[in-house]
């Protein structure tokens, strides 16, 4: 067990909907990352937080945003949902600033749109 | 754009041999690097980690070596047993800030 929780572990959801992914990281992490893993793009980097601000965005469609709380949670928001959003999504925390430093990784969420 | 990639998207090794695992990367600039394995199912787990102020780094049957001439990194396994089974990622930091880069990842499968 990473020590951070992604909820909820499945998703079907239909085109054109949106949804909402949350993300609970390790106790003392202050950075939350999320990364989407498709079979022909493997894991790619979405948006990084830091202690509730954004602090770099990687391929992340305009469609989707995110926000970490001040409880550090994290949420990931995919509207517009396309079959091409079929995908697991994953969320790592690390209590570092930058990325040198061990990520520690939730156990996903499966997205399947239909 | 900078990227990480594998060389081979398969490996199958006996159980009991040893596994050698390679990944090239692109950027220069890239000063810290990971192995993850991810197992069916689950989220990748960390297994080493390299700064590139080192060309060599061991842990528990794990070693992973760096060669900055030539922008290639490789994990190694020993004694392979069948709970090594995984895909195997490596991943970049440039240090900027950024998240990790992951390359594509190689399945290994560990045969009796």
């Known amino acids: 067990d990473s020590g951070v929780t992604q909820t909820p572990k499945h998703l079907i959801t239909a085109t054109g909907q949106r949804v909402t992914l949350r993300c609970s990281p390790r106790?003392?992490?202050?950075?939350v990352y999320w990364y989407q893993q498709s079979l022909d793009q493997g894991l790619q980097f979405l948006i990084h937080y830091y202690n509730g601000e954004e602090r770099a965005k990687g391929n992340i469609l305009e469609r989707f945003s995110a926000q970490q709380f001040p409880d550090l949670h994290s949420e990931l928001n995919l509207s517009s949902l396309e079959l091409g959003d079929s995908a697991l999504y994953f969320c790592?925390?690390?209590?570092?600033?930058?990325?040198?430093?061990?990520?520690?990784f939730g156990q996903g969420t499966r997205l399947t749109v239909v | 754009g900078e990227s990480v990639g594998l060389h081979l998207p398969t490996l199958s090794v006996q159980e009991g041999d040893n596994s050698i695992i390679n990944c090239a990367y692109s950027?220069?600039?890239?000063?810290?690097f990971i192995w993850y394995k991810q197992e069916s199912g689950k989220g990748p787990q960390f297994i080493i980690d390299?700064?590139?102020?080192?060309d060599k780094r061991q842990g528990q049957r794990v070693t992973v070596l760096l060669n900055k001439t030539v922008k290639h990194l490789s994990l190694q396994i020993a004694a392979t047993q069948p709970g090594d089974s995984a895909v195997y990622f490596c991943?970049?930091?440039?240090?900027?800030?950024?998240?990790?880069?992951f390359g594509k990842g190689t399945s290994l499968l560990v045969t009796p």
């Open positions: 390299i700064r590139s102020n080192m």
């Open positions: 991943a970049e930091n440039t240090g900027s800030g950024y998240a990790l880069n």
């Open positions: 106790s003392g992490d202050l950075s």
């Open positions: 790592a925390s690390s209590v570092a600033r930058g990325g040198r430093t061990e990520a520690f």
């Open positions: 950027n220069s600039a890239s000063d810290y």
